[in-house]
């Protein structure tokens, strides 16, 4: 049993860094108030700009390359989550209408640049993130081979921001303006803030952590745009309700969640795991899902005015 999780965990780690990197841009949009079911749309637009990038530089920036891409990814991501935020908070449209929208568009226009620019739709990477030993820590009992082994820099990357996300939401006044327009967002506004301007900050960050996540993909297990993120995205707003609106709650739902998928995709390799039917495995995450949300939907609360459309003077 020990090997089996020994083998599994640094996988599972791996898998789970992406799903928390969107959905905690899921949290900070919905913490402002917005929905934002275009998470996977963002995903896909950051994944095939960190795939353009890198291939284009990586022969003359070399390992410099893959930075600029996570950069660029997270910097795209942030720029195609303005139609989100403009269609959402300033024309006052159906969140999930415009987040859908984003998903539609996302796919079919980063295929259709793919195909124009390779021919084939798919954008290859010849070197992504090279997995690591962290010095002495790896030699811990226990832990260390579970998490300190096979690692990625994203992952250290994804739970710095996790650990900047919990400071600035609970702890800083613009956490404290971005959760009162979630929350109560007449109130804030007859206490001087601009919610329209949080809501704005909330789905911009939103977009660049989904688009980072999109490319965390890419660098560490993918290695390859091919127009999809496989429903991740929808997996991470899945987490952040799990995650009951929380980081710390959402970085165990995450982890769940990647531990239930990363079970599924390497049953072949794992003897004690190919006796199980392949679609019984592959099912399971999504099974999986379905269970925590109706087994823990009673419990989690989102912010009250999740989704709900701002118009200032509107009492």
Not at 14 to 42: C, D, K, M, Q
Request: hydrophobic share 55%.
């Amino acid at each position: 049993m020990w090997d089996i999780v020994s083998h599994i965990f640094p996988y599972a780690i791996a898998f789970t860094v992406p799903l928390l990197a969107a959905a905690l841009g899921g949290f900070f949009s919905e913490r402002s108030g917005v929905v934002n079911i275009g998470l996977e749309g963002l995903m896909v637009i950051g994944n095939f700009v960190c795939a353009v990038t890198i291939s284009k530089l990586q022969p003359s920036m070399g390992q410099g390359a893959i930075w600029l891409g996570l950069a660029m990814a997270a910097a795209a991501g942030l720029a195609f989550s303005l139609l989100h935020a403009f269609a959402s908070i300033s024309l006052c449209a159906n969140q999930v209408i415009s987040g859908t929208a984003i998903n539609m568009v996302a796919s079919a226009l980063t295929v259709f640049l793919a195909r124009t620019m390779t021919g084939s739709g798919n954008v290859r990477i010849t070197l992504g993130f090279v997995p690591f030993d962290v010095p002495v820590l790896c030699k811990i009992p226990v832990i260390g081979p579970l998490v300190f082994t096979k690692s990625y820099a994203t992952t250290w990357l994804v739970l710095a921001i996790l650990a900047i996300s919990w400071f600035v939401v609970y702890k800083t006044r613009f956490g404290l303006r971005l959760r009162a327009c979630g929350e109560h967002p007449q109130t804030a506004d007859a206490a001087g803030v601009n919610v329209y301007r949080m809501r704005y900050a909330g789905v911009l960050i939103s977009g660049a952590l989904a688009g980072l996540a999109g490319a965390a993909i890419l660098v560490t297990f993918s290695g390859e745009f091919n127009g999809t993120v496989a429903g991740l995205g929808f997996l991470a707003m899945a987490a952040l309700i799990f995650g009951n609106w929380k980081p710390l709650g959402i970085l165990g739902a995450t982890f769940f969640f990647g531990f239930a998928a990363t079970l599924a995709n390497v049953s072949q390799v794992v003897p004690e795991l190919s006796k199980i039917p392949g679609l019984v495995l592959k099912a399971f995450p999504y099974v999986v899902t379905i269970l925590a949300l109706v087994l823990f939907s009673k419990t989690t609360q989102a912010p009250k005015a999740d989704g709900e459309i701002y118009e200032a003077g509107k009492r």
